[in-house]
């Protein structure tokens, strides 16, 4: 399980590990914590047999360098994938990953670009009927409209298991003209 950190503004950095939390509790480079969950590191035994402990937040603020390419998010399939459902952006269907191509709205070999915006997950049937035409030229409908994620929606791309507190404060800074699939 990994802990969001955040800025002293509040906005995501990165994710770290439990241990490299607890660093930052016991530097006193936390500023602030966010979220209901916490959890308990158990350190070793003093001499009267008491053990030592340090709970930590699932969202911590931090002091230090504020960053401004956090959120910078490359183009790959995985995240693509995961920014669409797994869902192909034509058929509908949802499918494993193996199953899964990224379809270039406008194609390459006619120009289009390797964007977020000009990118949609489609279904290997779809891709291949769609080949190197636009949707409107194949009569095929795109079903949501492509966007670029947000740092926001970029930090919940990244993380597989995110935990119900970190997913609630991610979401509730996601784009509101986003068209995430359900």
Request: proline share 3%.
């Amino acid at each position: 399980m990994l802990i969001l950190r955040l800025n002293k503004s509040g906005m995501p950095q990165t994710w770290i590990s439990q241990e490299e939390a607890a660093k930052c509790y016991v530097q006193d480079k936390v500023l602030f914590e966010l979220g209901e969950s916490k959890v308990v590191l158990r350190g070793g035994w003093n001499r009267l047999g008491e053990q030592s402990t340090l709970a930590i937040s699932t969202i911590i603020a931090c002091d230090g360098k504020i960053t401004q390419d956090a959120g910078k998010i490359s183009l790959c399939n995985r995240y693509l994938f995961r920014r669409d459902s797994n869902t192909c952006l034509y058929c509908g269907d949802t499918f494993s990953t193996v199953k899964l191509t990224r379809d270039h709205i406008i194609p390459r070999s006619r120009g289009g670009k390797n964007t977020w915006t000009n990118s949609a997950t489609a279904c290997k049937r779809c891709n291949h009927a769609k080949g190197a035409r636009t949707p409107e030229e194949a009569n095929m409908k795109l079903l949501a409209v492509p966007f670029v994620p947000n740092i926001y929606e970029r930090f919940f791309l990244m993380n597989r298991t995110i935990l119900s507190d970190q997913m609630a404060f991610l979401s509730s800074h996601f784009s509101q003209k986003r068209a995430w699939i359900n």
